[in-house]
């Protein structure tokens, strides 16, 4: 099964505001451990990156890059998309259907928004997926910390079955250490 990796939405204006999400250098750090791991076994990196007009995201806007210490390489892919959802007039899925992809590792940035909705519409096209449930992370809310809505997420998701896929959370150590 070919697989590969999607980031979503580590970008400068996500991330470097304080207060930062929930374990942002820590996330991170887990992101280009499971990036480096992907290009050393010929998996596919895509970074996605979100773009909304007249804002800090604004396309290629300083907002819009991905964070500094976010390792990319030449090779990597990239995606553009305007609603939390990465298939939705973008172009992921003809990216992933080129490289006959059928197993996803999702990372990234919001837990509740983008990384839920993308998760969800992968499962629902077909695509397994692997949720990186230390390598994701969100911004506190009022009703629940960004602990808590990653851990809530790492939970519910892999508990729907009625995609017809499998969807796990598995760890960064899980993967790479194997």
């Given at each position: 099964?070919?697989?590969?990796?999607?980031?979503?939405?580590?970008?400068?204006?996500?991330?470097?505001?304080?207060?930062?999400?929930?374990?942002?250098?820590?996330?991170?750090?887990?992101?280009?451990?499971i990036t480096s791991?992907?290009?050393?076994k010929?998996?596919?990196v895509?970074?996605?990156?979100?773009?909304?007009?007249?804002?800090?995201?604004?396309?290629?806007?300083?907002?819009?890059?991905?964070?500094?210490?976010?390792?990319?390489?030449?090779?990597?892919?990239y995606?553009?998309?305007?609603?939390?959802?990465?298939?939705?007039?973008?172009?992921?899925?003809?990216?992933?259907?080129?490289?006959?992809?059928?197993?996803?590792?999702?990372?990234?940035?919001?837990?509740?928004f983008?990384?839920?909705?993308?998760?969800?519409?992968?499962?629902?096209?077909?695509?397994?997926?692997?949720?990186?449930?230390?390598?994701?992370?969100?911004?506190?809310?009022?009703h629940?910390?960004?602990?808590?809505?990653?851990?809530?997420?790492?939970?519910?998701?892999?508990?729907?079955?009625?995609?017809?896929?499998?969807?796990?959370?598995?760890?960064?150590?899980?993967?790479?250490?194997?």
């Open positions: 099964m070919s697989t590969a990796v999607l980031v979503i939405d580590v970008q400068h204006a996500l991330f470097s505001p304080k207060p930062k999400p929930f374990e942002a250098e820590k996330v991170i750090s887990r992101i280009n451990s791991w992907a290009r050393a010929d998996y596919p895509i970074f996605i990156q979100h773009e909304q007009a007249n804002s800090p995201l604004e396309f290629k806007a300083t907002g819009w890059q991905l964070q500094g210490n976010l390792m990319s390489q030449p090779d990597d892919l995606v553009r998309k305007t609603t939390p959802d990465s298939f939705l007039n973008t172009t992921l899925n003809s990216v992933l259907s080129d490289f006959q992809i059928k197993h996803l590792m999702v990372c990234g940035y919001a837990t509740e983008c990384i839920d909705t993308t998760t969800r519409s992968a499962a629902g096209l077909g695509y397994s997926v692997d949720l990186i449930a230390d390598a994701h992370t969100t911004h506190d809310k009022k629940a910390n960004g602990e808590q809505i990653r851990q809530h997420h790492n939970c519910t998701l892999p508990a729907i079955s009625s995609f017809g896929v499998k969807i796990a959370a598995r760890s960064t150590s899980d993967i790479v250490d194997c």
